[in-house]
């Protein structure tokens, strides 16, 4: 059996972090799961200060480039079916200053080539009820930011011919469900 | 901007001796934090330290040193930068020798000597009592401390310009001797 690769992504405070756990709790050994490289060099302490242009570049470079080795680290050392990663290379491209074509020339790939390191795609977007909007000492965003980098990763992701996109209208249960049936079929379509 | 790196193995001291510095110096000097601190305390996966584990760890830090001195560089305007650890220290930690380090990272030592105008090594405290192995992220006993100075203390031994603070003085001699090497570069 082949290892697969799928990526969660979506807006701040979609549920992809619970929605992680829920697979881990749901399917066990048989996926591994690779944390999001923004939090681990966030959390980690690198210098935000006043979010300059040379800031948000260094701390993306950073995160595209600490994706990549996380991602390959677990195809490496895990023996699990699927590989769940926390946002995936592409998502940098969002956050980039100069857009989204300077990203991929400065990064040396393209879209289509990062696009093409993922299996399927699962798109979570934020609660469209405010009273759901959770901040944690790692995000910096308000809801209507939220829902403004919701759309540009929704957008960025667009041409992956796998991908299903959870709207943020959904209970989290129904959200969970939908992830697990996702998951579930393409661990089947792998056997 | 001049850039001095401060190496040595852990628990020498490197962070007290980074406050004292700022504290005494200001905005004459910019602080890079240390990268593999960074990448260990923000949840890198160290899990069971396997050379697989430790190789992709090293390329996030060897990176992420080069990334952080450069956005100081930018954004600084200090005459010095004083920097927590370099890239070459990856090249101790590397499963495969520091050889196979600088091919793997399409670097050399001697181009990652020269990114740096000086070099600092506070080496562990001697006695066992100073020993502080209490941080979240330190994984090495003392013994360990000193094997991994002394490979420190070795791969920067060809730098032009490095103080080596004896270890056997009192933190107190040792902050002084930082400090005076310190200014006479931002006088210089």
């Known amino acids: ?191 | 901007m001049k850039k001095i790196v401060l190496t040595g193995g852990p628990s020498g001291g490197k962070t007290t001796a980074l406050s004292i510095l700022k504290e005494t110096f200001g905005k004459k000097i910019a602080l890079v934090q240390e990268a593999a601190t960074l990448i260990y305390s923000g949840g890198f996966p160290r899990t069971d330290n396997s050379p697989i584990h430790i190789v992709h760890a090293q390329n996030i830090i060897f990176y992420t040193v080069h990334q952080l001195e450069e956005l100081a560089e930018k954004t600084s305007d200090a005459s010095v930068m004083v920097c927590d650890r370099g890239s070459i220290d990856g090249a101790v930690y590397w499963p495969y020798g520091p050889e196979n380090f600088f091919e793997a990272m399409h670097s050399s030592l001697e181009a990652e000597l020269a990114r740096y105008d000086a070099v600092i090594h506070l080496s562990p405290p001697p006695e066992k009592e100073s020993y502080q192995q209490v941080t979240n992220v330190r994984t090495e006993n003392l013994q360990q401390a000193f094997e991994i100075d002394d490979k420190i203390l070795k791969i920067w031994e060809k730098h032009p310009n490095r103080l080596v603070v004896p270890r056997e003085k009192h933190y107190f001699e040792k902050a002084e001797i930082i400090k005076n090497f310190v200014e006479n570069l931002i006088e210089k």
């Open chain 1, 1 to 191: 059996m082949k290892q697969k690769k799928i990526a969660l992504t979506g807006g701040p405070n979609s549920g992809k972090t619970t929605a992680l756990s829920v697979l881990k709790e749901t399917f066990g050994p048989r996926v591994e799961l690779v944390r999001e490289a923004a939090t681990m060099i966030f959390s980690g302490g690198f210098p935000r200060q006043d979010n300059s242009r040379a800031h948000i570049e260094a701390a993306q470079k950073i995160i595209f480039m600490a994706t990549r080795e996380m991602e390959a680290l677990a195809e490496e050392y895990s023996h699990a079916d699927l590989i769940v990663c926390d946002r995936g290379t592409v998502d940098a491209a969002v956050y980039w200053p100069a857009g989204v074509d300077d990203f991929f020339k400065q990064m040396h790939t393209t879209l289509g080539e990062e696009l093409a390191r993922y299996d399927a795609v699962l798109h979570l977007s934020p609660p469209t009820n405010p009273a759901f909007y959770q901040s944690t000492n790692v995000r910096t965003e308000n809801l209507r930011q939220a829902f403004e980098i919701d759309e540009r990763i929704l957008k960025i992701w667009e041409k992956h011919p796998h991908r299903l996109i959870i709207t943020g209208k959904e209970h989290f249960f129904e959200k969970a469900e939908l992830i697990k049936n996702f998951v579930d079929k393409l661990l089947k379509d792998n056997l």
